[in-house]
């Protein structure tokens, strides 16, 4: 099962759970002063934390490599279809807030978009 | 220098038959120990753990969830009279960062080829708080055999009948199976051991009757074929998970000892049914695995499913209930959908329901998890298909002269334990 490469536009070294070296799929849109970033999950070809384990962690990290004000950043997760006969691996998108407090990122909360939702926040 | 390794104890699921089996990780792991040390190992499922025994440090050894509480709980016993505890293992590479907060220091990752710099810092009172080589997996040739000769035997028997010895035969897995963390855990790609390193283990496990605990042993056809040649001489029993679903491989099998596999059935298709009947069709029994509360089950679903075992001619069925283990995909999911409700690891024990299913109520499922224990052990109780099984391996033994007979002098204990006998 490989991770469907449809929104992803570069592969993202990051460092998981306890430093574990982690990689991630990343598509950066800007639209205007907001920048739109959508992590991919790569299952098998990541090897180490999940994006979901590490989120706000995560979501730092590549607003500081991009330079990405995160007042202005909008946060996707992506799970992508992995072509698998079981529905737990479909594509998903989830839109992620945090609560940004002393310069870090705090408490994610998730909110699955439907295709129409992701679209409508891409397009 | 003495170091003391614990396992430490778990509360059984009730209802089931339990059987104690000898413990797999702190055998490996007291293998990669440096020469000078020498283990003195408690499982706290089979005995008391003595804490003033003299020891110079200690181990902790997890492989399950539920073992993490009572884990912390013993080495906060150690550490209060001054004892540095180091922890290891499945669980803990799962709850690291708590652990951290119990432990003096933290082992992740696999143990060959590290633990003389563990024990070096430990002696020059350097011990670092954490060991990360989770990413860092050392070469599999360099698993040699364990050192079951910690062990104590005799707790391990029931009745005169000595329980199955654990081994494994390679690691990682190439699979990212939705509530396995294996891959997480021991590598995203399989690592089989070399075949004669195999053998060589194999050959010094004085038990006939062996589980061979790896994740799946269908994800290499030709090195499961070889293994399954090169086992054939040994004469061994054995039971697996997964066997690769093809006749050469199967006969194979057969031949190397395979006494029953564990399979998951996962719906009520054609394609299970015949799964089944091939392994019977090469004497292999079955033990189903089934697991409850998917997403994709209804209440119906579920019914159906439990019909269709008992239609189906399994030797033994395990029925458990998801359960979100942390590095899992299904932990990820119910993590975004806020969905986990316990987060007591304690009843992270796949018997108890600790998050909102997605088609009925948590206590529905819970419900319908005791129903398929009490409907597929209605006519004929767990122990006596049990029963079953053992005698066609004994059978199997008599026929190629490997057959032991039990031990007389623990007919009157189990696990260490007197018997108690309700005759009247």
């Given at each position: 099962m490989k991770a469907s490469q449809e929104h992803i536009q570069q592969l993202f070294d990051f ?7 982690s990689k991630c799929g990343l598509y950066i849109k ?6 739109i970033v959508i992590v991919t999950e790569l299952y098998q070809d990541n090897p180490?934390?999940s994006i979901t ?5 995560l979501?730092?990290?590549i ?12 946060y996707i997760e992506s799970s992508p279809d992995m072509k698998s006969k079981l529905s737990f691996y479909d594509e998903e998108y989830y839109l992620v ?13 998730w909110?699955k978009l439907s295709k129409d939702e992701f679209k409508a926040i891409i397009d | ?173 190439r699979f990212s199976c939705y509530?396995?963390?294996?891959s997480?855990?021991?590598?995203r ?140 995909k299904v932990?990820d999911d119910?993590?975004r ?88």
């Amino acid at each position: 099962m490989k991770a469907s490469q449809e929104h992803i536009q570069q592969l993202f070294d990051f460092k998981g759970r306890l430093g574990l070296a982690s990689k991630c799929g990343l598509y950066i849109k800007q639209k205007g002063e907001i920048s739109i970033v959508i992590v991919t999950e790569l299952y098998q070809d990541n090897p180490g934390s999940s994006i979901t384990s590490v989120t706000a962690s995560l979501a730092m990290q590549i607003a500081q490599a991009f330079d990405i004000s995160i007042e202005n950043m909008v946060y996707i997760e992506s799970s992508p279809d992995m072509k698998s006969k079981l529905s737990f691996y479909d594509e998903e998108y989830y839109l992620v807030n945090f609560e940004y407090t002393d310069n870090s990122l705090q408490n994610p909360s998730w909110k699955k978009l439907s295709k129409d939702e992701f679209k409508a926040i891409i397009d | 220098m003495i170091f003391k390794l614990i396992y430490p104890k778990w509360a059984k699921l009730e209802g089931q038959t339990t059987f104690t089996l000898p413990p797999h990780g702190p055998v490996v792991m007291a293998a990669s120990l440096p020469d000078y040390v020498t283990v003195s190992f408690t499982d706290e499922n089979v005995e008391d753990i003595n804490f003033d025994e003299p020891c110079d440090f200690v181990g902790i050894s997890m492989m399950l969830t539920v073992q993490a509480k009572r884990g912390w709980a013993i080495a906060a016993e150690y550490r209060k009279r001054g004892k540095k505890v180091i922890f290891g293992g499945i669980c803990t590479m799962l709850h690291a960062e708590e652990t951290m907060e119990h432990a003096d220091s933290v082992f992740l990752g696999e143990s060959e080829g590290r633990m003389e710099e563990v024990f070096s810092d430990f002696l020059k009172g350097q011990l670092k708080p954490l060991y990360n080589y989770l990413s860092q997996q050392p070469p599999i040739e360099l698993v040699g055999p364990a050192r079951r000769d910690i062990l104590k035997r005799e707790l391990y028997n029931h009745k005169g009948v000595q329980m199955v010895d654990l081994f494994h035969a390679s690691r990682g897995c190439r699979f990212s199976c939705y509530p396995c963390a294996v891959s997480y855990l021991g590598g995203r790609c399989f690592r089989p051991r070399p075949i004669d390193k195999v053998v060589e283990e194999l050959e010094g496990i004085e038990n006939n009757r062996l589980f061979i605990v790896d994740n799946s042993l269908a994800q290499n056809k030709e090195w499961e074929m070889e293994l399954f040649k090169a086992m054939i001489p040994l004469k061994k029993k054995w039971i697996s998970h997964t066997i690769e679903d093809d006749p050469k491989v199967l006969d194979l099998a057969a031949q190397a000892g395979a006494w029953y596999v564990y399979q998951a059935v996962f719906d009520t298709s054609d394609y299970i049914k015949e799964r089944i009947k091939r392994y019977h069709d090469y004497g292999i029994g079955v033990e189903g695995t089934i697991l409850l509360g998917l997403d994709n089950q209804s209440e119906d679903d579920i019914k159906r499913l439990i019909d269709f075992l008992l239609e189906i001619d399994l030797d033994l069925a395990e029925f458990t209930v998801l359960t979100p283990f942390p590095h899992t995909k299904v932990y990820d999911d119910m993590i975004r959908q806020n969905r986990i409700f316990d987060k007591d690891w304690n009843n992270f024990n796949a018997g108890k329901v600790v998050y909102q299913p997605a088609q009925m109520s948590p206590e529905r499922l819970q419900e319908l998890y005791n129903y398929a224990w009490d409907t597929f052990y209605k006519d004929e109780t767990q122990e006596a298909k049990m029963f079953r099984l053992f005698s066609k391996v004994v059978l199997r033994e008599m026929e190629d002269n490997t057959y032991r007979p039990r031990n007389r002098g623990l007919v009157n204990k189990s696990f260490g334990k007197d018997v108690v006998r309700n005759m009247k």
